[in-house]
């Protein structure tokens, strides 16, 4: 068993977060408890309770930094060269990717079900599906409808959700998302 850390200094948020991630991906948002992670980090769980007021805001600070990476993923998007004449297709391709290469992030982020952290995760999760609408908005030449959006990110989330599991990583069934991501283009093309 390892020590218990001598004070509360040593124990900082980055380094809870760390573990909490690691054991968030592993286990699930359930199997996890503010007991196992301090166990894992040697100290008493009162001392993360100094930091966190409970396991649903440290699950939020740990879900918000997966929903960071993917709204960056989007920003590169639309820093690309060919943006917005491919951004559509870029887009949508950074979704799925991002969702097969991370998969236990994107289950953490999109399929967890929890009351007690439904309230906290929604804003990030919203905040998301803002950017990845605008980015829609802003590279479809024909005039979007709020139901298109949707409807692309639920057929976008679909076939992630699918393939969680069945393959280990995005390059995997690449071909399958193309062809994807090229029928559900169809709406948002010029008429």
């Not at 690309?80 to 097969?100: A, K, S, T, V, W």
């Not at 967890?112 to 802003?138: C, G, H, I, M, P």
Request: charged share 25%.
């Amino acid at each position: 068993m390892t020590p218990r850390k001598s004070s509360q200094q040593e124990l900082t948020k980055e380094i809870i977060l760390q573990e909490a991630d690691k054991q968030f991906t592993e286990q699930g948002f359930s199997q996890v408890s503010m007991r196992k992670v301090a166990k894992e980090l040697g100290c008493s769980h009162g001392a993360l309770y100094y930091h966190y007021t409970n396991k649903a805001e440290l699950f939020y600070e740990v879900v918000s930094s997966y929903f960071m990476k993917l709204d960056s993923m989007v920003d590169d998007v639309r820093a690309q060269d060919d943006y917005p004449q491919e951004g559509i297709f870029n887009l949508f391709r950074c979704f799925l990717q991002f969702g097969l290469d991370h998969q236990s992030q994107y289950e953490l982020m999109f399929m967890v079900k929890n009351t007690e952290v439904d309230t906290l995760t929604k804003a990030a999760a919203n905040r998301s599906y803002d950017k990845f609408a605008q980015v829609l908005f802003e590279c479809a030449p024909a005039r979007a409808s709020i139901s298109d959006v949707y409807a692309a990110f639920v057929s976008l989330h679909g076939f992630v959700a699918h393939y969680i599991g069945r393959v280990k990583h995005f390059s995997e069934v690449e071909g399958a998302a193309q062809k994807h991501i090229l029928f559900l283009q169809k709406p948002f093309q010029a008429l």
